[in-house]
């Protein structure tokens, strides 16, 4: 009896180490820099004034001393250590700051 009841213990002891290890934590998906929505995108155009794209887009995160005239909106979504989503926005801006032009990139699920 005392035997079958070691065996029992290690046996369950054994199970349970072995379903643990098979389990990965949650891991909680990170969202960083500003939303981009499509919409937006679609309010911006050539022209505007610093303080309008500021209004649609709300503030740069990138405002870069060295390059006045340019502005980087940044977002992607990690779990983990894997970037599942990223988007890249950067405005450009003349002289008398208003918009010249802009470029977007979307990491390839987005496309």
């Not at 005392?2 to 990170?30: A, G, M, R």
Request: charged share 25%; with cysteine; net charge negative.
């Amino acid at each position: 009896m005392k035997q079958l009841t070691l065996t029992f213990y290690i046996f369950s002891v054994v199970l349970i180490i072995s379903s643990c290890s098979s389990f990965s934590p949650y891991k909680v998906p990170v969202l960083q820099g500003n939303i981009i929505e499509d919409e937006d995108l679609d309010k911006l155009a050539i022209g505007q004034t610093q303080d309008q794209v500021q209004f649609i887009l709300g503030t740069a995160v990138i405002k870069d001393p060295f390059h006045e005239s340019r502005w980087d909106y940044i977002n992607f979504v990690q779990i983990g250590d894997e970037v599942v989503t990223e988007k890249r926005l950067t405005i450009f801006f003349d002289e008398n700051g208003l918009v010249k032009n802009w470029i977007t990139v979307n990491s390839p699920e987005e496309d």
